[in-house]
Antibody, heavy 118, light 108 residues
Framework: EVQLVESGGGLVQSGGSLRLSCAAP????????MNWVRQAPGKGLEWISY????????YYADSVKGRFTISRDSATNSLYLHLDSLRAEDTAVYYC???????????WGQGTMVTVSS | EIVLTQSPGTLSLSPGERATLSCRAS???????LAWYQQKPGQAPRLLIY???SRATGIPDRFSGSGSGTDFTLTITTLEPEDFAVYYC?????????FGQGTKVEIK
C-alpha cells in the first residue's frame, strides 16, 4: 500500500526554483519526524533535510543549506521541499521518508525526479 | 560528519551462498543509530535493519546485522534470487544523517 507520494519534480534551468510535495494518504505527517533524501543518477543516497513531528526542529545538509526549505501543511497532510538557486549537481531523484526508531527511515515514497539544466 | 565506507563495492555470489557486507565508520557510531537498506533498480530503498541488529517489519530472518563502534556487518545467510540488489548502511548523530556509498550484490 502506498503511504507517501511525491510530486513536483521536472526540468528546470540552473538558478531556478521548484516545490516538491509529499502527500501522505495513510499516515499523519504531524505524528512523525519526516525527511527528504535524494539520489543523483547512478549514485548513492544523500540525506538533505529533516523536520521533527512537532515542527520545532529543522535541519539541512550543508550542500543545500540556505537554498532549500522544508515545510508542511496539516490541512493537506503534506510535506514540502522548496528548492531555490538550483544547480546542476542538484539533479537527482528526491524521496520523502518517515523516520522511525533509531533514526532509520522506514517508509519511503516512490521519488520524484528533478533535472537541472545548465 | 561521520563518513561510512562500505566494502566490498561489488560482491559476486550465487543463490544459496552467504553474503557478508561491511560498513566502517570514520568515528564511533552509536549502535542504536545504525541502519541497513536494500535498493533495487527503479525502486525506493527498503529498510532492513535498524539499531544495528533489529529487523524491520516483514524482513526475513536470513538478514541479520551486527557490530559496534566503527565496524558493522550485514549478513545474508542464504541468498535468494530477490536479494540481488544494492545495500546501504546509514547512521545518525548530532551532525545529521549519512549513508555509505553502497555494496552491490550481483549474481555470479
Amino acid at each position: 500500500e502506498v503511504q507517501l507520494v511525491e510530486s513536483g519534480g521536472g526540468l528546470v534551468q540552473s538558478g531556478g526554483s521548484l516545490r516538491l510535495s509529499c502527500a501522505a494518504p495513510r499516515i499523519s505527517i504531524n505524528s512523525f519526524d519526516m525527511n527528504w533524501v535524494r539520489q543523483a543518477p547512478g549514485k548513492g543516497l544523500e540525506w538533505i533535510s529533516y523536520m521533527s513531528s512537532s515542527g520545532s526542529a529543522i535541519y539541512y545538509a550543508d550542500s543545500v543549506k540556505g537554498r532549500f526549505t522544508i515545510s508542511r501543511d496539516s490541512a493537506t497532510n503534506s510535506l514540502y521541499l522548496h528548492l531555490d538557486s538550483l544547480r546542476a549537481e542538484d539533479t537527482a531523484v528526491y524521496y520523502c521518508a518517515r523516520m522511525t526508531v533509531g533514526d532509520a527511515f522506514d517508509i519511503w515514497g516512490q521519488g520524484t525526479m528533478v533535472t537541472v539544466s545548465s | 560528519e561521520i563518513v561510512l565506507t562500505q566494502s566490498p563495492g561489488t560482491l559476486s555470489l550465487s543463490p544459496g551462498e552467504r553474503a557478508t557486507l561491511s560498513c566502517r565508520a570514520s568515528q564511533s557510531v552509536n549502535r542504536n543509530y545504525l541502519a541497513w537498506y536494500q535498493q533495487k533498480p527503479g525502486q525506493a530503498p527498503r529498510l532492513l535493519i535498524y539499531g544495528s541488529s533489529s529487523r524491520a517489519t516483514g524482513i526475513p530472518d536470513r538478514f541479520s546485522g551486527s557490530g559496534s563502534g566503527t565496524d558493522f556487518t550485514l549478513t545474508i545467510t542464504t541468498l535468494e534470487p530477490e536479494d540481488f540488489a544494492v545495500y546501504y548502511c546509514q547512521q545518525s548523530d548530532t551532525s545529521g544523517w549519512t549513508f555509505g556509498q553502497g555494496t552491490k550484490v550481483e549474481i555470479k
